[in-house]
Each structure stands twice: as C-alpha cells, then as structure tokens.
C-alpha cells in the first residue's frame, strides 16, 4: 500500500522543482502550499481504506452486541473459517443424499414415542435433508470434535420435552464415537438423568424443569390447572448447578397450558382459568417473568469468581408445532418435505415467543458484561424447526399405528421430533457455537 512505501530520501527532495535552491529560495513555501491540500486529499482516504481492510488494528470493542431488530442476532461463525461470519437461522433444508447422522434402532438413548422408524414409520425421506445457511456452510457434526471441546466437563440439559429430545439427539450422535454410560436415573418416565463418558470424562445430565422456575404441575388426581411461583427458581436442578460448566435451557410449550401464577404472597393473574375468579393475563410476560428469574439467578450465583469457574448458558428458542387438525385426527402432521422459506412466514405466537427469548438473552448478556465468567447465547431454531413439518412422529409415536388398519381417530405427535431427524440440527449448530467460544476455563 502508498501508507508503506518508504520515505524519499533526502538528497533527492530538492529534484521536485527545477529551480536552484539557491537562486529561488522563496520557491519552496510557495511549491509547499500548493502541495500540502493534496496530500491530505490523498493521505486521509487511504487511512480509512487501510481501516476497512485491516480492522484489527482498531481497539477491541466490547464483543456483546445488542441486535437493533429481535429476529437478528449477532452471527455465529462457520466451522470452516473461524472469522467468517455466519447466521445459522436464515437458509433453506436441501435435499442430501447421506442421509442421518446415527442409527436410531442401535442408539439405545432415544424415547420410544421419537423412535420412528422402530415404529413403523414407512416414508423415509425426512431422513434426507440438511439445513443449508444463506451465508455459509453447517459443517456436519463430528462427534470427535465435540467429545474434545467437552473433555473434563459437565453439560446439563434443563427444561421440558424439547429438551428431553435435544438431548436424546446428542447422545446418539456422540454415541457413534463413545459409549455413554448411564449413571442416574430418577422420577416419572426418567425425567432425571445422567450420563458419563468415560473415554473423555464428560458428564451429560437431564433435569426436568418444564417452567425453569418453581412450579406445580397439573395432574389426573388433582389441580387440573398448573401453578408457577415466577420468583422463585425451581432448585431441583439450580441447586446443582454449580457443577455445571454447559447449561442449555429449553421452554415454551408448557406455558400454553392452564395455569395460576403466584408473585410473593399474590396471585398475579391466570392463563385459561375459568370458574377460578382469577384474572385472565395470558401467558407473554409470564414466560418473560420466568425468563428473566431464571437468567438472573444465573448471574447471581455463578457470575461472580465461583471458584475460578465459568458457565456458559445457551436458550433454545421455541420450536413450532405442526398440527393441521385436531391431535387424534388422522393426518393431524400429514406434510412428507419440508417447506421452502417462501412457503412459510414464522408469525403469530411462535415469532411472539421467539422474541421474548432472545429479548431476555440478550438482557442477559448486558447484565453479565460485569463478569468475565459467565456467556449467554440464543440458539436460534425456531425458523429452521417451522418449515419441517414432515420430522414429527405424527401417529408413530406407537409402535405399528395403522397395523389392523387406518382409523379415523388416532393420536399424534406433532410437537416432538423422530430421532433422527431435523433436530439434530440444532446439535450441529450447537457444536458450532462451542467451537467459536471454547469453554471457560
């Protein structure tokens, strides 16, 4: 670049004129003043062209950024060029011929209901698709590489079902590179569990939280409606939480259920009570109430200097469910490919939701810039999980649903997802964002 180019040396200066020096000593001011405009006309544009081009000479601004628009994020980065930049939420699912990632009928981790193929599902297709970034290329997960940026440390899964299932999802990947070994288990249908790999020291855990704050769950035997206390965060999972060193935090769908909601000593309002005399307040701002307990909590107990250790804290965002007709109608999820993105618009209160979470991570991430142990981020799914209608089990949550024939009423899945399937998706995104922070040390 001319910024580079050595200065001209000395003797050589007096040739930018023809006149003697001595003879027209006045000649050199007048020739300077004439020059001098030019050379910062030219000087200056080259400076900011240089800051352009090379912007690490620049100071380090501080890396939390706040999105002026709730649907963009700060990008990750491809696992091809680590500072190539990447937004993982904006592409189409492309047709690939590898197929999946693992075997589900020798996984052993996945729940029965999201074992689709062991089910009888007869359409294979779904099988072949991959979510392709607009801006860059998802690297297909390598269970290696993720078993290494996990080695001596403890991953916890926290929230409800779809939690459940990421989880289920990982494990069978990771199985295809080291057995996990299951070392707990406790509560209803395993709601608690761990895993150990032995062969890389990783621990992997389960914690059932559908609310992440304290809450009571409606029952056949009692309430009919569900009670969530939004000051106060549920311990059965923060009280272990210190062990943690990955938490990923997974809510939503349960907020869509009956519920009373209790701040302090009041009821602060209810969600679809009738009969209770309570006040209708919906469920927006409770999951932001919960939202913000939960991070906050976060913050609070691991943000400042415990032991030396840090805590990165990831939120998935709400993933869409597909029912187009009532859940034990045949065809409730009938669609077999995914939509394009011009097919479908995330709208309603699946964007309302989306919002929220990110909104409140991203509140987070200001909250923390305090302390240098402590990451927030979105894993930001939602888009990519709506335009897969064709991953859910649908009535293949039994096994063999139509073998004495197709009826009219049978009972769909259009929530969760078959393993394998799309969200193993999220996994390899997840591998990503582990691989752009690394683990705090």
Known sequence: MLLDRKPREKNKIPRMGTLSPSKHHHSYPSLTRRL???TFYVIIPLLFFRLYIYPRLLPHSNPILISSSPFSLSPYTSGDAETTPCDYTNGDWVHDNRGPLYNATTCGTIKEGQNC??????DMGYLYWRWQPKQCKLPRFDSNTFLQLLRNKHLAFVGDSMARNQLESLLCMLATASAPKLVYRDGE??????????????TISLYWSPFLVKGMEKSNAGSNHNKLYLDHVNERWVADMNGFDLLVLSIGH???????YYEGDSILGCHYCPGLNHTEIGFYDVLRKALKTTLRTVIQ????????????VILTTFSPSHFEGDWDKFGACPKKKPYQEREKSLEGMDAEVRKIEIEEVEAAKLSAMQFDNIRFEALDVTKLSLLRPDGHPGPYMYPFPFANGVTERVQNDCVHWC??????????????VIKRWGIIQ
Do not use: C, M, Y
């Open 36 to 38: 001098l405009p030019w």
């Open 117 to 122: 193929i062991v089910h009888g599902r007869p």
């Open 189 to 202: 249908d395993n709601k608690f569990r761990r895993w150990h790999f032995d062969s890389h020291n990783i």
């Open 254 to 260: 349960w907020f869509l259920h009956p519920a009373v």
């Open 301 to 312: 107990r691991r943000g400042s200097g415990f032991n030396g250790n840090g805590i990165e």
């Open 419 to 432: 393993l394998p399937g799309p969200i193993d998706t999220w996994n390899e995104i997840l591998l990503q």
